[in-house]
């Protein structure tokens, strides 16, 4: 197993100025654009490893740290931790994180996948798709990437892709999620809820719902959306049902800052879809799933960590304000 060097220093949002970047390719007139050295990490960066797909980054002390989707060779799904001085090269874990639970049913954990990792107030929030019954959304915190702490599931199964806002709205912790079946979903709308202690949700409200063709089977929040004055911009996953299969690609939306089950403009078109060979080939074919942004506020730097093919892990990089502008020229 290899270790970190990294101290207990808390989220630092000073490294963002050292973030991933590329700038955009000329001639490129895409919103968003990918790095030239993708994936960033391949199927086999630890000897377990089938495949490593759909994670999490954040920063962290000197660098980043980040929750990764391992699915291992006997094909259990779990969660690895990572870290890393540049977002780029990362050291995982080989062995799954151990969550700490008060209740032994909840804690026991059977399956685990698609992590989100936020910041808020004093810890890092977890979140990712948790075994129960049925699939639901299991939520843990950390301060030091060290010890995990389970809490209760958000919700009843079945549910997946639970995701945080990054500050309380309206004095509550809030989520969006997309409630689900036990199987590959063929429909999904995405929810918000509010939770005074990240135990009891409720004020359940709907968000959105499929509107274009190249999301017209289900959508899913995807990173944790990222605060600007002009509203909460909203990257998530959409799904076309094609012959040949699921097709898995990126949009986005923005949601009024105080209400956020508002919708205020919503692209009509992808920002991105699986075109390149580690999108379209993989143990799922033409799948690009966005769980994760790193954002720099001065210069508005976005690096958006996907899973690409359900395999490796992907970064895109792009402008926030190039992303609200292309949302407001492709308003639905
Ligand atoms: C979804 C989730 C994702 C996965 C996608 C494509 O239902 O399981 O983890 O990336 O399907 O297989």
């Not at 700038?23 to 990490?41: A, L, Y």
């Not at 909840?106 to 798709?129: A, S």
């Not at 991105?272 to 994760?292: H, K, R, S, W």
């Not at 506020?297 to 792009?318: C, E, H, N, Q, S």
Request: hydrophobic share 35%.
């Amino acid at each position: 197993m290899k270790t970190t060097k990294k101290s207990h220093l808390p989220y630092n949002p000073a490294v963002l100025e050292n973030m991933p970047w590329e700038e955009r390719p000329i001639g490129n007139k895409d919103p968003i654009w990918r790095f030239s050295g993708n994936p960033v990490i391949p199927r086999n960066s630890i000897p377990i490893a089938n495949s490593i797909f759909n994670s999490a980054v954040v920063p962290f002390g000197e660098g980043y740290a980040g929750v990764f989707r391992v699915d291992d060779r006997s094909r259990n799904m779990r969660l690895h931790v990572g870290f890393s001085d540049d977002g780029l090269k990362w050291d995982i874990h080989e062995t799954a994180i151990e969550f700490i639970c008060a209740d032994e049913n909840i804690g026991d954990f059977i399956y685990g996948y698609d992590p989100r990792v936020v910041y808020i107030e004093d810890r890092y929030y977890i979140t990712w798709c948790n075994y129960y019954h049925g699939a639901t959304i299991g939520v843990a915190w950390t301060k030091d990437f060290k010890s995990f702490h389970q809490k209760e599931n958000a919700f009843l199964p079945f549910n997946r892709n639970g995701v945080l806002f990054p500050e309380k709205i309206n004095g509550n912790f809030a989520m969006m999620s997309r409630p689900s079946d036990n199987g590959h979903t063929p429909f999904g709308e995405i929810f918000y809820s509010e939770s005074p202690d990240l135990a009891f949700w409720g004020k359940h409200r709907w968000i959105m719902k499929p509107e274009s063709n190249w999301e017209h089977t289900k959508i899913g929040p995807g990173p944790i959306p990222i605060k600007t004055p002009e509203g909460w911009l909203m990257i998530y996953h959409g799904v076309l049902n094609s012959c040949n299969g699921f097709v898995y690609s990126m949009g986005a939306a923005l949601l009024d800052l105080k209400e956020p089950w508002k919708v205020l403009q919503r692209a009509n078109s992808y920002m991105l879809a699986p075109t390149e060979i580690y999108e379209c080939v993989g143990d799922v074919q033409n799948v690009t799933f966005p769980c994760a942004a790193l954002h720099e506020p001065k210069t508005g730097r976005l690096g958006i960590y996907y899973g690409g093919a359900d395999t490796v892990v992907a970064l895109a990089f792009g402008y926030v304000h190039e992303i609200i502008d292309f949302i407001k020229q492709n308003n639905l």
